[in-house]
């Protein structure tokens, strides 16, 4: 199984049968709970946040009831315990990449993965960081004035935000890969150049649900040796990743995000190639990440303990363990059939509504996991209100990605965004609840 890019055809086929999905949502027990005085609870949100399953719940729970304690400290056998679950979630997590253990570094979130990159290079340039470090990694970790980082115009801040500060604090410059009307990425070559240092770029956008090629990014960047960062926090939940960490993907970092991918909040995965972890100084210091510490210095412990200072989170390790498990266990290629029909039953049904403006690919099969839209005359927060009062959650604002809304002349927009248990009926239910918006606010057209 490889990734889809948008050129590929759509799954067909392996959709979730009605029962297989009635079953799935059984194990999510937060869907069963009703809203807004009694309303059936329709979750619109996994784009911000996804529910999480029975089993992602109980790995945690049990995880504090019976193995307890700090990770890779003590020699008792509750530590044993501890440290035994973590290194095996940590395995489980690098199976759900097709990668290796030593390839997978615990963050926070995807936040942090992608500040631990941009940190540990603007560090590659204090006096000593490098030593040993093989010269050809050195200078591709340097950056200084002259040096590009290459981003899109599409990202969410966090894949935007640390790249900015890295340049501010090495004096490199950043610059973008445009987007077009209909939210596909422009030519990568216009902004990538012989000075490009890093190109940093979603694979999936968590605004219009592009799905982006990814292939003409790579090749731009390893045309001028330039590091390849995926943030994958929105793809990882509905498609097979696995072709991006293979050898000879051309990407050279990957990071996504626990609570998008049915896991808990509070754990994050940065994966990187090990020759890569191996050469980058550490972002946080302390303990764990240690080899040897006297007074007059410290040298640290190899990747990927080099990256985890402290006392990881050990539970929400293991939570995510079971999360990347149920999702396998599904088969990541249904999983993303499903969201392939939900996404076509969605867009079919706001085309029938020429009041409504959706953001993007007109195509389902370029896209994944979300839809943003307008509403002619009324303002996103004002169509949430209306959608929310009858249970259905959706998202308003510019999700975290101010510059995309800029570049399409919206404020703000409305998201509606799927996990693996949303249904068809609950789409009904939305574009039900979207016409009152019509109502509501004299709507015409």
Same mark, same amino acid.
């Given at each position: 199984?490889?990734?889809?890019?948008?050129?590929?055809?759509?799954?067909?086929?392996?959709?979730?049968?009605?029962?297989e999905l009635a079953a799935v949502r059984a194990d999510f027990p937060l869907l069963a709970r009703t809203v807004r005085d009694g309303r059936p609870l329709v979750y619109l949100d996994s784009g911000a946040t996804a529910q999480k399953p029975s089993v992602v719940l109980d790995a945690e729970r049990e995880f504090y009831e019976r193995h307890n304690a700090a990770v890779h400290r003590g020699a008792h056998q509750l530590a044993?315990?501890?440290?035994?679950?973590?290194?095996?979630?940590?395995?489980? $997590?690098?199976?759900? &990449? +097709?990668?290796?253990?030593?390839?997978?570094?615990?963050?926070?979130n995807g936040t942090?993965?992608?500040? %631990?990159?941009?940190?540990?290079?603007?560090?590659?340039?204090?006096?000593?960081?490098?030593?040993?470090v093989d010269a050809r990694w050195a200078d591709r970790l340097r950056l200084g004035p002259g040096d590009e980082v290459v981003v899109t115009e599409m990202e969410h801040h966090a894949n935007l935000v640390p790249w900015?500060?890295?340049?501010?604090?090495?004096?490199?410059?950043?610059?973008?890969?445009?987007?077009?009307?209909?939210?596909?990425?422009?030519?990568?070559?216009?902004a990538v150049g012989e000075r490009t240092k890093v190109v940093a770029v979603t694979q $999936?956008?968590?605004? &219009? +649900?592009?799905?982006?090629?990814?292939?003409?990014?790579?090749?731009?960047?390893?045309?001028?040796?330039? %590091?390849v960062v995926v943030d994958a926090c929105q793809s990882a939940p509905h498609l097979d990743i696995t072709d991006l960490t293979a050898a000879g993907s051309g990407v050279d970092a990957l990071v996504f995000t626990g609570h998008k991918t049915l896991g808990p909040s509070g754990v994050g995965v940065l994966w990187a190639r090990r020759a890569l972890l191996e050469a980058m100084p550490p972002f946080l210091?302390?303990?764990?990440?240690?080899?040897?510490?006297?007074?007059?210095?410290?040298?640290?412990?190899?990747?990927?303990?080099?990256f985890e200072a402290g006392v990881p989170m050990a539970a929400q390790a293991v939570g995510l363990a079971a999360a990347v498990d149920y999702l396998m266990e599904l088969g990541l290629d249904r999983v993303h059939a499903h969201d392939q029909a939900l996404m076509r039953h969605?867009?079919?049904?706001?085309?029938?509504?020429?009041?409504?403006?959706?953001?993007?690919?007109?195509?389902?099969?370029?896209?994944?996991?979300?839809?943003s839209f307008t509403v002619d005359g009324v303002h996103p927060h004002d169509v949430g209100q209306v959608l929310d009062d009858d249970g259905v959650a959706v998202r308003t604002g510019?999700?975290?990605?101010?510059?995309?809304?800029r570049r399409l002349g919206v404020p703000a927009t409305t998201r509606v965004s799927f996990g693996v248990y949303t249904t068809t009926e609950e789409i009904d239910v939305f574009l039900a609840a979207l016409d009152k918006v019509r109502a509501v606010f004299g709507v015409t057209g």
């Open positions: 199984m490889t990734t889809r890019w948008p050129t590929d055809p759509a799954p067909t086929g392996l959709q979730l049968s009605r029962e044993e315990e501890a440290t035994e679950a973590f290194e095996g979630a940590r395995e489980t $997590v690098a199976r759900f &990449l +097709g990668a290796s253990p030593g390839e997978v570094v615990f963050t926070k942090e993965g992608l500040n %631990l990159l941009a940190y540990s290079f603007s560090n590659a340039n204090a006096p000593g960081a490098l030593d040993g900015q500060e890295l340049c501010r604090r090495t004096g490199a410059t950043l610059r973008w890969i445009g987007i077009t009307d209909d939210g596909y990425l422009t030519d990568p070559a216009e $999936v956008s968590n605004v &219009l +649900g592009t799905l982006n090629d990814l292939r003409p990014v790579i090749a731009a960047a390893q045309a001028v040796g330039a %590091l210091t302390g303990g764990s990440m240690i080899e040897i510490v006297r007074m007059e210095g410290s040298t640290w412990a190899p990747p990927p303990q080099k969605t867009l079919q049904g706001l085309a029938q509504r020429p009041w409504v403006r959706v953001l993007g690919p007109a195509d389902p099969a370029d896209r994944v996991g979300a839809v510019h999700h975290c990605a101010w510059p995309l809304h």
